[in-house]
C-alpha cells in the first residue's frame, strides 16, 4: 500500500506553466510505474503521462505531448508533471496514481486543482 499526497496546483493564465508534486509513501519499494491523470468538469478521467520507477521510462497521452514533462525523483519518492504552454482546456482536477508491480492503477491521491484561464 501506498499514500500519494500532490501538490502544486493553482490557477495559471493561458500559456503559462505549473509543476505538481507528488509524494509517495509507505511500500514506495513496490512502485512499477506512477502516472498523472485528470479529470475536467463533466467528463471522465482521462490518462496525462507515466513513467516507470526503475528505469524512467515515459509516456504521454497525445493532448499533452510537447507541453508535459513527466520525471521522478527516486530519493524522494517524488513525481513530477511539469506543465507547460498550459491551455484552458487543460483545466481539470490532476490526480497522482501509483500501479505496483506492474498491475493496475491501485492507489490515488487526493487530487489537486489546475485551473487555467483564457
Known amino acids: 500500500q501506498v499514500q500519494l499526497v500532490e501538490s502544486g496546483g493553482g490557477l495559471v493564465q493561458a500559456g503559462g506553466s505549473l509543476r505538481l508534486s507528488c509524494a509517495a509513501s509507505?511500500?514506495?519499494?513496490?512502485?512499477?510505474?506512477m502516472g498523472w491523470f485528470r479529470q475536467a468538469p463533466g467528463k471522465e478521467r482521462e490518462f496525462a503521462a507515466a513513467?516507470?520507477?526503475?528505469?524512467?521510462?515515459?509516456n504521454y497521452a497525445d493532448p499533452v505531448k510537447g507541453r508535459f514533462t513527466i520525471s521522478r525523483d527516486k530519493s524522494k519518492n517524488t513525481v513530477y508533471l511539469q506543465m507547460n504552454s498550459l491551455k484552458p482546456e487543460d483545466t481539470a482536477v490532476y490526480y497522482c496514481?501509483?500501479?505496483?508491480?506492474?498491475?493496475?492503477?491501485?492507489?490515488w491521491g487526493q487530487g489537486t486543482q489546475v485551473t487555467v484561464s483564457s
Open positions: 509507505g511500500r514506495t519499494f513496490s512502485i512499477y510505474r
Open positions: 513513467i516507470t520507477w526503475s528505469a524512467g521510462s515515459t
Open positions: 496514481a501509483a500501479d505496483l508491480y506492474g498491475g493496475t492503477w491501485g492507489y
